[in-house]
Nanobody
Framework: VQLQASGGGLVQAGGSLRLSCAASGSTFSDNAIGWYRQAPGKQRELVAGIGLSGSTNYAESVKGRFAISRDNAKNAVYLQMNSLKPEDTAVYYC??????????WGQGTQVTVSS
């Protein structure tokens, strides 16, 4: 599976962005998918995940501000990010959620939130 994250950019604190993840490969819809982020000097962390049934789970740090959704017909997953904070600054990636065997990570998309 090839993953392409897009939609990042520079935004002021309090602003919004919508990230998109496009995937090739027929197994995309058979997997829970997550959005991850990695800030400089920090480990990559899972911030939101969506299961096969559409159930969602969020890291405490983004709960109430981020919303993940998926469109299996388009092999796509989205992350709506509202009320952005400077600490949300990171490179954002999509990949399997809750799996010990991720797909190749791809380049990710940079999100920068200015104060």
């Amino acid at each position: 599976v090839q993953l392409q994250a897009s939609g990042g950019g520079l935004v002021q604190a309090g602003g919004s962005l919508r990230l998109s993840c496009a995937a090739s490969g027929s197994t995309f819809s058979d997997n829970a998918i997550g959005w991850y982020r990695q800030a400089p000097g920090k480990q990559r962390e899972l911030v939101a995940g969506i299961g096969l049934s559409g159930s969602t789970n969020y890291a405490e740090s983004v709960k109430g501000r981020f919303a993940i959704s998926r469109d299996n017909a388009k092999n796509a997953v989205y992350l709506q990010m509202n009320s952005l904070k400077p600490e949300d600054t990171a490179v954002y990636y999509c990949n399997k959620a809750w799996s010990s065997v991720p797909w190749n990570w791809g380049q990710g998309t940079q999100v920068t939130v200015s104060s």
